[in-house]
């Protein structure tokens, strides 16, 4: 009753200004322009798997590379969108326990081959803070698995080379800081393997020692070479005897092999001792056959 001109009708004017301004918000913010090329550009062309699941635990949306995998874990082709997430991950319940963001890798056979994924579970709620359901990304471990596991049986083959090698090993930096220290014979070193890490050369070492290492250590990292060389040390009141081999091991960092030869020299020593021997009785022998003979 407000329109003051009783025979004009003004619905279809307002129609007409109504379905213009909507038309110049539809088209001012890009309605529907932005949100699907978002929708598409950035949740499809994921690597990541992402699935919806609603407030009642029913997947509402999967992205291109959630089908595949969640078609492994139900072992069967479906149509993934209106079933509930048990069907495919019968332990949801207890991924959502807790915050849900971090839970075990999860393991499926997918064209004959085991695949892992790292599941990760996040709340979305409404503007008034209502939770409405969960966003599960399922994020591509495999490769990083069959990395680790490499890494692991090479880590073992070191350990491995390293237990089966009786010579002491140090690594140490170029100050002479301990960083490692390998050894089945702890009669070898002056103090147990792990007092040795974070310690100084001359912390550990006689001085007239310590110095002759740090200039090997030098000369092996600036020339590039594997330097051998031979010292002595007093262990438990004895004079032990050692060869040892530096090498470069990165720009900064040496790595030395070391040998006790104490057992070694003491055989050199007595068969040097014996062959003296030999040849004074064989002088005295021929002196008294000389004498005899004369």
Not at 72 to 85: K, N, R, S, Y
Not at 102 to 129: C, F, K, R
Not at 143 to 148: G, H, I, L, W
Not at 174 to 192: F, I, K, M, Q, S
Request: hydrophobic fraction near 45%; charge should be negative; aromatic fraction near 8%.
């Amino acid at each position: 009753g407000l329109n003051p001109w009783r025979d004009l009708d003004l619905t279809p004017m307002v129609f007409t200004l109504t379905g213009l301004i909507i038309t110049y918000s539809l088209f001012r913010n890009r309605l529907f322009d932005i949100v699907p090329i978002a929708r598409d550009m950035v949740v499809e062309t994921m690597r990541d798997g992402v699935v919806v699941v609603d407030d009642q635990q029913r997947i509402v949306d999967i992205n291109s590379a959630a089908k595949p995998l969640l078609a492994a874990a139900a072992a069967v082709e479906t149509h993934a969108v209106g079933e509930p997430i048990t069907r495919f991950f019968p332990a949801w319940a207890q991924w959502l326990e807790g915050d849900g963001r971090a839970l075990a890798d999860i393991t499926v056979m997918q064209a004959n081959e085991w695949h892992s994924y790292h599941p990760i579970v996040s709340p979305v709620s409404d503007h008034t803070g209502r939770l409405r359901g969960h966003v599960l990304v399922l994020r591509g471990i495999t490769e990083r698995k069959r990395t680790e596991a490499a890494l692991a049986a090479s880590e073992a083959r070191q350990r491995a080379l390293l237990s089966a090698v009786p010579d002491v090993i140090f690594r140490y930096r170029r100050d002479g800081t301990y960083l490692d220290v390998h050894t089945r014979n702890l009669g070898d070193l002056l103090l147990p393997p792990e007092q040795f890490i974070g310690k100084n050369i001359h912390d550990v070492l006689p001085v007239p020692l310590a110095e002759l290492w740090l200039e090997r250590c030098e000369r092996a990292l600036s020339a590039g070479e594997v330097l051998d060389y031979e010292y002595s040390l007093e262990l438990k009141g004895q004079t032990q005897y050692f060869d040892a081999r530096m090498a470069a091991c990165g720009d900064d960092e040496v790595i030395s092999v070391i040998r006790n030869v104490t057992g070694r020299k003491q055989a050199e020593q007595q068969a040097l001792e014996l062959r003296l021997e030999k040849e004074r009785v064989q002088l005295l022998t021929d002196f008294v056959q000389n004498v005899s003979h004369e």
